[in-house]
């Protein structure tokens, strides 16, 4: 099978398992770390860009053996999903492109429906919230 890019999964795996800078395991914990310049030469951008403290993601699993088949099952700690916070982040995106697009904070509060400091809010403190929680800075 191959993705959009017309790469195999063996190389999609491949391309995937390069970016794997060191993967410890412990009873009960997992915990993966990124090579920073492979994920920036894999997005193609700047290893400037990418913000070191965010390269390890560590979990607790469980382990379940059947067989001759063992997996780790990732828990979720994380809980219900925040609707109302992608839903602004959908926003603040649409109207981050927009901005981009030439048109001014009351162009698009007047198309969306919206007051100009909605929009002049969701712009501003969203994006600064997601860069500042992302790989990317």
């Known amino acids: 099978?191959?993705?959009?890019?017309?790469?195999?999964?063996?190389?999609r795996n491949k391309?995937?398992?390069?970016?794997?800078?060191?993967?410890?395991?412990k009873p009960g914990k997992i915990r993966i770390s990124i090579l920073a310049?492979?994920?920036?030469?894999?997005l193609t951008i700047n290893h400037k860009r990418?913000?070191?403290?965010?390269?390890t993601v560590e979990s607790d699993f469980r382990?379940?053996?059947?067989?001759?088949?063992?997996?780790?099952?990732l828990t979720d700690a994380t809980g219900q999903r925040d609707e109302k916070l992608f839903k602004n982040i959908a926003l603040a995106h649409?109207?981050?492109?927009?901005?981009?697009?030439?048109?001014?904070?009351?162009?698009?509060?007047?198309?969306?429906?919206?007051?100009k400091r909605r929009i002049q809010q969701l712009d501003g403190s969203i994006n600064r919230r997601i860069v500042g929680s992302c790989w990317i800075c």
């Open 1 to 11: 099978m191959s993705d959009a890019e017309g790469r195999t999964d063996d190389e």
């Open 15 to 25: 391309a995937l398992l390069s970016l794997i800078e060191r993967v410890q395991i």
């Open 37 to 42: 310049k492979a994920l920036a030469d894999h």
């Open 50 to 55: 990418i913000c070191k403290d965010q390269l």
């Open 63 to 73: 382990h379940r053996k059947r067989g001759v088949e063992t997996k780790l099952i």
């Open 94 to 115: 649409r109207y981050f492109d927009l901005i981009q697009s030439g048109k001014t904070y009351a162009e698009i509060a007047e198309a969306e429906g919206s007051s």
